[in-house]
């Protein structure tokens, strides 16, 4: 005997599943986020903290923006984790980096 399970109970299932993907890409993309803020100053020491003082609305605005690409990242490779985080990440340092640079004028 064949055990039947509706369709409607599938449809909830799958639901369920799908509910849960946006939010680890949006993690993803906030620690990306915090991943590249740190970069120029690794990179060029505290003299960056002057930059920043007169370029933080720029930089601020990135912020929605890093989060809303981990979240379409995450919800494009349907939630797998480990290429979500790497394709964010690179994403958003290579955004970061593009303002960073426009901005600085290099």
Do not use: Q
Not at 45 to 55: E, H, I, K, Q
Not at 62 to 71: A, F
């Amino acid at each position: 005997m064949h055990n039947v399970t509706p369709l409607l109970a599938r449809k909830e299932d799958r639901e369920r599943e799908e509910s849960a993907w946006p939010f680890p890409g949006g993690l993803a993309g906030f620690a990306s986020w915090w991943i590249a803020l740190a970069i120029p100053f690794i990179l060029y020491g505290s003299n960056t903290l002057f930059f920043f003082l007169y370029t933080w609305p720029f930089f601020l605005a990135l912020l929605p923006v890093s989060v809303l690409v981990g979240i379409a990242t995450s919800v494009l490779l349907r939630g797998h984790l480990l290429l979500t985080l790497l394709l964010t990440a690179l994403s958003v340092i290579c955004l970061f980096w593009l303002l960073f640079s426009l901005l600085t004028g290099w």
